[in-house]
């Protein structure tokens, strides 16, 4: 076992006998990683994932996405769920990495003095705006090589997405823009 991490991320390679079956240690490790999963934090951005690879293999294909007409946001948007899926069911590949994407994200804007007013402080907006977005992992499918975190799509992507949803916590002045 290795590993390595970095901000936001951590990585853990397990090397087995060869004499073990591949698919049946693959099992063994998403039954620990489901074991675990609700000892981790809640506030995790994604859940763990596994993928059956050999990390001596390099990437031999990038493609790199742009758009005049549309935010970056949405490209990522269709990268992850256009692109990515579709790449990894062809023959012979392993994994499909998505690296320097921008998802989307809402900024929230608040005014001191109207919270103040409200007896109101900075963790309890958070709070709200966190339990109104519904962009929390549904599930996930487990195939023969590789383990995918389904979603629901109810991610809110505008201020008034939260207004609607939200309680008078979230009246706050809320401006989105893509990241």
């Known amino acids: 076992m290795t590993s390595s991490s970095e901000q936001g991320r951590v990585r853990i390679s397990l090397q087995f006998r060869l004499d073990r079956n591949i698919d049946a240690a693959g099992q063994d490790v998403q039954a620990a990683i489901a074991s675990t999963t609700r000892r981790l ?28 007409s549309l935010p970056i946001y949405k490209v990522d948007q269709y990268a992850r769920s256009v692109l990515a899926p579709q790449i990894s069911t062809l023959d012979g590949v392993a994994q499909v990495n998505i690296i320097g994407g921008a998802k989307y994200a809402v900024r929230i804007q608040a005014d001191p003095n109207a919270l103040a007013a409200r007896q109101m402080g900075i963790d309890e907006l958070a ?42 916590i979230a009246t706050a002045h809320l401006s989105p823009s893509g990241t």
């Not at 934090?41 to 690879?53: H, I, L, Q």
């Not at 991610?155 to 997405?161: E, S």
């Open 41 to 68: 934090p809640k506030a995790m951005p994604n859940p763990p994932t596994y993928s059956k690879v050999d990390p001596s293999a390099l990437p031999i294909f990038f493609v790199s996405l742009y758009s005049k």
């Open 127 to 168: 709070n709200a705006a966190n339990s109104t977005n519904t962009n929390q992992a549904t599930g996930t499918l487990n195939g023969a090589s590789k383990t995918a975190t389904m979603h629901a799509d109810g991610q809110l992507t505008n201020a008034d997405a939260f207004r609607a949803r939200s309680s008078p």
